[in-house]
């Protein structure tokens, strides 16, 4: 299996703009998981979905942010308008409940995103 | 006060010696208690699991758990220079309760 992918790596852009990031869980995994990593305030959760549907998104700052997960192997997160506050980085992860289930979760990659 | 606590160093050793990192939380309904690793300019990954208090060993590795004192530790023994990286504490309630609470991580470098 891959693991988890997000997409872009590397995001620069201008405060102001829309930023989108992507994400495609392990298959078969029916949880998914976005994050905020930051040196001051380490790795938070913004939003978590079981199968598609949105569970807790309490952790989400603002309005500015909306995640969505339309199918099994698909979520974005998305920043409209961006601020340089925002500028982190932003970690997909996924998981699989089951009776042996250890709260693994699978990280992606993450998408470093610096908002000018 | 955040819910979990972690000194976020950075935490230098030679190598070859012995490595104690720290979390301390708040809540008492934490069971569940996990060390994750995550090397520079990756994603975290799931180094010990641990139910409750008490000790659990995987080769180098050892992690304690004291909810009485609300305090879990993780033990490198032999460090490597592979073993640099950062150290995220995480805990949950509930088993298969997916939302976890992560401590800020302590970031671990061995020197050879």
């Known amino acids: 299996d891959a693991g988890v992918i997000q997409s872009p790596r590397h995001e620069v852009t201008e405060m102001g703009q829309e930023v989108t990031l992507r994400c495609k869980p392990i298959?078969?995994?029916?949880?998914l998981f976005w994050y905020r990593q930051t040196m001051m305030r380490g790795l938070e959760l913004l939003i978590y979905f079981n199968n598609n549907v949105p569970i807790d998104d309490s952790g989400m700052p603002e309005d500015r942010f909306s995640a969505k997960m339309p199918n099994a192997s698909f979520s974005t997160l998305k920043i409209q308008p961006s601020e340089p506050r925002d500028s982190a980085v932003y970690f997909c992860?996924?998981?699989?409940?089951?009776?042996?289930?250890?709260?693994?979760?699978?990280f992606g990659p993450g998408t470093r995103l610096t908002v000018l | 006060q955040k819910e979990v606590e972690q000194d976020p160093g950075p935490l230098s050793v030679p190598e070859g010696a012995i490595v104690s990192l720290n979390c301390t939380y708040s809540?008492?309904?934490?069971?569940?208690f996990m060390w994750y690793r995550q090397y520079s300019r990756k994603g975290p990954e799931l180094l010990m699991y641990t139910y409750s208090s008490g000790n659990k060993e995987d080769g180098r590795f050892t992690a304690q758990v004291d909810k009485s004192s609300k305090y879990i530790s993780l033990f490198i023994r032999d460090s490597q220079p592979s073993d640099s990286a950062t150290y995220l504490c995480a805990m949950s309630i509930i088993q298969g309760a997916q939302k976890l609470v992560f401590g800020q991580g302590t970031r671990l470098t061995i020197n050879p």
């Open positions: 298959s078969g995994h029916d949880y």
């Open positions: 809540n008492s309904a934490f069971q569940y």
């Open positions: 992860a996924s998981s699989l409940i089951g009776v042996h289930s250890t709260d693994t979760q699978y």
